[in-house]
């Protein structure tokens, strides 16, 4: 019965990945084919034609292979599948017109332009169709997780498996590695010996995934058995790894001894980089244009209500732990002194405008200065000043790796977390923040966009909102 299920479930995926290269193919071939004869690009000359449609539907493929399109995953995914398949057409339309001897007797740019946005607005469209008949064609059973250990990593697992309920994913059993398994640990899943782990494997309905939750001091059995498991096919993952995919931020106090290896680097593609950098200048004009707009109409009411300046300086840690000026539209009177920076952080008596001015976000605009000087990005980790950043460092473990990238005016952590009160507030938004320099996309930016005006739209500050499901789905 296990074998005719697993069998069941694998031949569905192999026909929908068929299904998807299949129609990746005519869909793209078909739309090409109607643009240039519509042009009158080929003539008469079908031969050619047939010839460089060939070509466009290997280059394709290729892209698309790399990017992982056909991956069972993606393909059931509405938002991520019709974006990697935008990417994935422009790059692969360009490569086509772009190289030389590519792309046929298309000599224009402009309508080499003109045809590559056409293959991608019916590319994507029929990704999310796609996405759409995959969802309804196989049905959301949730994949097990064998879960080797039963530490505080995974108890950590498990209690974040609990409160997202919607991730695909359940925990079938915990494999305790001692050969005595003992523990008073309350578990969502029974604990079984490592002698059973192999029979449990063999038994699950979908094969499943085994998750290492030990660390390297455990015997040479656990690692000759999961050898063993993961040459036959079955697919070993760290606890990291699962743990990110679940909640969309890095477990920092249980990435172990091999930290190194599965701590996050920010992304080396070149163009993710020239994109976002484009975006970051784009959105920067816009948010001063505003700002001037919005700015000199109220800046009498917040001059008499905070008896200062408009726009005010601090001092912040950048990328790299550069310090530069952040600037602010000031929103508070002058500040009393205070003892360290946790009482400054809660000390929250805004005047009455500069209150708008920070459910609304318009308080932060004037950073768009810092966004123009290359200094800040729109999406990234928030800077925080010398002094908290000095004393983060000493207590928090990889606070520092923070600093890879540039600090954003929205970030990960701000829609997922918010305002950090406490330092295990701090330690929720690094996870979050690691997360987002090891998942850096344009997919990711977008999203978090989308959600800060999500945010502002419903005119209320981010402290403590913790979203229980956020849609960063694996391999972002």
Known sequence: MRGDAERDVLTRFSLLQTSAAVGDVLTLVGLYVSVVVGLGVYGSDRLRLVTWCGALALVWLAFASRNGLYHVSLLRERCRNPYVTAKVTILAGSVFHLIPLVGGPVDSRITSAAIVLVLTAGMVVWRFVLSNLALSAIPDEPADLLVVGTGAGAQALDRALATRLKTGLRIAAFVEPEPNPSTSVKLSAPVVTLAQLARLVRRARRRPRVVLGVGEESRAQVYEELTALAQSGVEVVSLATVYEEITGCVPVWHLGNTWWAILPRPSSDLLYIALKRGIDIVGALVGLLVLIVVLPPIAPLLRRETGGSLVFRQRRVGQDGKVFDLLKVRTLPDLPPFSDHWQRKSYNHASAVGELLRSTGLDELPQCWNVLQGQMSLVGPRPYVPEEVADFQARIPFFRSRAQVRPGITG?????????????????????????????????????????????????????????????????
């Open 412 to 476: 990960w952590a701000q829609v997922n977390w918010g305002y950090g009160l406490s330092l295990d507030d701090e330690v929720e938004k690094l996870q979050y923040d690691l997360f987002y320099i090891g998942h850096q996309s344009l997919y990711l930016d977008l999203l978090v966009i989308l959600r800060t005006f999500n945010l502002l739209a419903r005119r209320r500050r981010t402290q403590g909102l913790v979203v229980a499901d956020p849609l960063v789905p694996s391999g972002v």
